[in-house]
C-alpha cells in the first residue's frame, strides 16, 4: 500500500514535474500514515501497462491517496482475478482503475464484479492505436457502467477517483482545488512568456 510516496519506478524529474502543480506549500508537509487502508486499486493487465499506468499512481501519490497497485490479467489468470474483484470491497477500496490493452475485458469484468466505480484506461496498442482497447472497455451492457477515460488517460482516471473520493472527503477536494488552480498558473505563466517572447523565439526554447 501506498500513501503520498513515489514508487521506485518514478524517477525524481517526473516527480518534480508534478510538483510544479502543487499551489498548497501545506500539503508536502501533511502527515503520512501507512496504517491507512488504500481507498484506490490499480490494476492493470500486464506489466507492459505499466509506464502508463504509473501516472494514475503519480497524481494519487500528489493528493495523498492511498492506493494499491498491482498486476492481474483476467484473461491470463482468472481464478487470481475473481479473487481480486470479490475480496475488492472487503479491503476497503472504493475505486477501482483498471488499465488493459488489446482485448481489454479486465475494467469490465472488474466492473461486473466490484459494486463500486471502476475506471477504465484503455492503453495504445501497436497494431489497432488504442482503438481496439478504448472500444473493449468503453461498449459495456446496460447495467455494468465503466468511466472510460481516453487512450492512455491514466492520469484523468487518477483524477477522477480523487474527485469520487472527494465527494464525502473536505479536505482532499480543497487539495483537488489546489491542483487545478496550480494547472491555470501554468497555462497562465506560458501565455505571459509567449506574449512576451514573441511565437518565434518561443518555439526555438520549445
Ligand atoms: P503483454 O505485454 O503482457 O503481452 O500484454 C494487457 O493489458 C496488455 O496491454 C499485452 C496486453 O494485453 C493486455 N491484457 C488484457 C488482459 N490481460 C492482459 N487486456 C485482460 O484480462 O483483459
Redesign the pocket.
Known amino acids: 500500500m501506498q500513501v503520498g510516496k513515489k514508487h521506485p519506478f518514478l524517477s525524481e524529474d517526473k516527480a518534480s514535474d508534478h510538483k510544479f502543480y502543487y499551489r498548497n506549500e501545506n500539503i508536502e508537509n501533511e502527515s503520512e500514515d501507512d496504517t491507512m487502508a488504500a481507498k484506490v486499486g490499480i490494476v ?6 505499466l509506464p502508463v499506468m504509473s501516472k494514475a499512481a503519480e497524481i494519487l501519490d500528489i493528493l495523498k491517496i492511498e492506493y494499491d497497485i498491482t498486476v ?5 489468470m482468472p481464478d487470481i ?1 475473481f479473487h481480486y474483484a470479490k475480496s475488492a470491497e472487503e479491503k476497503g477500496y472504493k475505486v477501482i482503475i483498471a ?9 469490465g ?1 472488474t466492473a461486473a464484479i466490484f459494486p463500486m466505480p471502476v475506471i477504465g484506461v484503455p ?1 495504445m ?1 501497436k497494431s489497432l492505436g488504442g482503438v481496439d ?1 478504448l472500444y ?1 472497455i468503453v461498449s459495456m451492457p446496460g447495467g455494468i457502467p465503466v468511466a472510460t477515460v481516453a487512450i492512455n488517460g491514466a492520469l484523468n482516471a487518477g483524477l477522477l477517483a480523487a474527485k469520487i473520493l472527494a465527494t464525502s472527503d473536505p479536505e482532499l477536494l480543497e487539495r483537488i482545488k489546489a491542483y487545478g488552480e496550480g494547472l491555470k498558473d501554468s497555462v497562465l505563466a506560458k501565455a505571459d512568456k509567449l506574449e512576451k517572447m514573441g511565437y518565434e523565439a518561443y518555439l526555438k526554447n520549445m
Open positions: 492493470m493487465g500486464s506489466d507492459s501497462d492481474i490479467s483476467a484473461h491470463r482475478f488499465g488493459a490493452g488489446g482485448a481489454a475485458h479486465l475494467p469484468m492503453i496498442t482497447s473493449s
